[in-house]
Protein backbone atom coordinates (compact mmCIF):
# COMPACT_ATOMS: atom_id res chain seq x y z
CA UNK A 1 0.00 0.00 0.00
CA UNK A 2 1.15 3.37 -0.76
CA UNK A 3 -0.15 6.27 0.90
CA UNK A 4 0.34 9.79 0.10
CA UNK A 5 -0.21 12.78 2.45
CA UNK A 6 -0.71 16.29 1.92
CA UNK A 7 -0.65 19.71 4.15
CA UNK A 8 -0.16 23.16 3.88
CA UNK A 9 -3.25 24.52 1.89
CA UNK A 10 -5.46 27.01 3.05
CA UNK A 11 -6.76 30.83 2.76
CA UNK A 12 -4.38 33.50 1.77
CA UNK A 13 -5.06 37.08 0.45
CA UNK A 14 -4.39 37.63 -3.07
CA UNK A 15 -0.39 38.26 -3.64
CA UNK A 16 0.24 36.02 -0.55
CA UNK A 17 2.12 32.73 -0.80
CA UNK A 18 1.23 29.49 0.85
CA UNK A 19 3.55 26.33 0.58
CA UNK A 20 1.94 22.67 0.15
CA UNK A 21 3.97 19.43 0.76
CA UNK A 22 3.33 15.94 0.24
CA UNK A 23 4.68 12.79 1.58
CA UNK A 24 4.55 9.38 0.44
CA UNK A 25 5.10 6.47 2.50
CA UNK A 26 4.34 2.87 2.02
CA UNK A 27 6.05 -0.05 0.49
CA UNK A 28 7.94 2.22 -2.25
CA UNK A 29 11.00 0.87 -4.56
CA UNK A 30 11.46 3.84 -6.63
CA UNK A 31 9.63 7.22 -7.28
CA UNK A 32 9.53 8.38 -10.49
CA UNK A 33 7.46 11.62 -11.58
CA UNK A 34 5.76 13.92 -8.88
CA UNK A 35 3.74 16.37 -9.29
CA UNK A 36 0.64 18.49 -8.41
CA UNK A 37 -2.38 19.22 -10.40
CA UNK A 38 -5.56 21.23 -9.10
CA UNK A 39 -9.06 21.30 -9.47
CA UNK A 40 -11.80 24.28 -9.34
CA UNK A 41 -15.73 23.50 -8.91
CA UNK A 42 -16.93 22.76 -12.49
CA UNK A 43 -13.72 22.26 -13.99
CA UNK A 44 -11.67 19.00 -15.13
CA UNK A 45 -8.01 18.45 -13.33
CA UNK A 46 -5.76 20.29 -14.49
CA UNK A 47 -1.24 20.11 -14.56
CA UNK A 48 -0.40 22.82 -12.53
CA UNK A 49 3.89 21.04 -12.10
CA UNK A 50 6.03 18.23 -12.15
CA UNK A 51 9.14 17.65 -11.58
CA UNK A 52 11.12 14.41 -12.46
CA UNK A 53 13.71 12.28 -10.38
CA UNK A 54 16.53 14.30 -12.30
CA UNK A 55 14.95 17.84 -11.33
CA UNK A 56 13.17 18.81 -14.62
CA UNK A 57 10.36 20.82 -14.15
CA UNK A 58 7.41 21.44 -16.06
CA UNK A 59 4.84 24.48 -15.38
CA UNK A 60 1.24 25.36 -16.32
CA UNK A 61 1.86 28.65 -18.10
CA UNK A 62 -0.85 30.34 -15.87
CA UNK A 63 1.77 29.43 -12.92
CA UNK A 64 5.01 30.13 -14.38
CA UNK A 65 7.56 33.09 -12.40
CA UNK A 66 4.58 32.14 -10.01
CA UNK A 67 5.12 28.66 -8.53
CA UNK A 68 8.14 26.45 -7.96
CA UNK A 69 8.12 22.83 -7.35
CA UNK A 70 10.89 21.04 -5.31
CA UNK A 71 11.52 17.15 -4.25
CA UNK A 72 13.43 15.28 -1.43
CA UNK A 73 13.64 11.73 -2.52
CA UNK A 74 15.56 10.58 0.97
CA UNK A 75 11.68 11.73 2.43
CA UNK A 76 9.61 10.94 -0.99
CA UNK A 77 8.40 14.52 -0.59
CA UNK A 78 7.81 17.20 -3.07
CA UNK A 79 6.95 20.85 -2.01
CA UNK A 80 4.95 23.52 -4.39
CA UNK A 81 6.06 26.89 -3.20
CA UNK A 82 3.09 28.92 -4.37
CA UNK A 83 3.48 32.95 -4.66
CA UNK A 84 1.43 36.11 -6.06
CA UNK A 85 -1.53 34.03 -5.59
CA UNK A 86 -4.53 34.68 -7.37
CA UNK A 87 -8.36 34.51 -6.72
CA UNK A 88 -8.12 31.90 -9.72
CA UNK A 89 -5.53 29.74 -7.78
CA UNK A 90 -8.34 28.88 -5.88
CA UNK A 91 -9.00 25.17 -6.27
CA UNK A 92 -8.30 21.46 -4.77
CA UNK A 93 -4.76 20.71 -5.17
CA UNK A 94 -3.50 17.13 -5.43
CA UNK A 95 -0.19 15.42 -5.09
CA UNK A 96 0.82 12.85 -7.67
CA UNK A 97 3.48 10.61 -7.14
CA UNK A 98 4.43 7.51 -9.96
CA UNK A 99 5.90 5.14 -8.43
CA UNK A 100 6.39 1.11 -8.06
CA UNK A 101 6.27 -1.16 -5.50
CA UNK A 102 8.43 -3.75 -6.71
CA UNK A 103 11.78 -3.51 -8.53
CA UNK A 104 9.86 -5.51 -11.36
CA UNK A 105 6.28 -4.15 -11.25
CA UNK A 106 4.78 -1.69 -13.67
CA UNK A 107 5.10 2.27 -12.65
CA UNK A 108 1.54 3.28 -10.84
CA UNK A 109 0.36 6.77 -10.39
CA UNK A 110 -0.60 7.69 -6.40
CA UNK A 111 -2.86 10.42 -5.46
CA UNK A 112 -3.13 12.54 -2.62
CA UNK A 113 -6.55 13.22 -0.25
CA UNK A 114 -6.29 16.87 -2.05
CA UNK A 115 -5.52 20.27 -0.27
CA UNK A 116 -7.88 23.12 -0.39
CA UNK A 117 -6.36 26.23 -1.37
CA UNK A 118 -8.83 29.49 -1.34
CA UNK A 119 -7.46 33.03 -2.64
CA UNK A 120 -9.39 35.67 -1.19
CA UNK A 121 -9.74 38.90 0.49
Known amino acids: QVQLVESGGGLVQPGGSLRLSCAAS????????MGWYRQAPGKQRELVAT???????NFADSVKDRFTISRDNAKKMVTLQMNSLKPEDTAVYYC???????????????WGQGTQVTVSS
Open 96 to 110: KQVVRTTSWGAWRDY
Open 51 to 57: ITTGGAT
Open 26 to 33: GSIVSINV
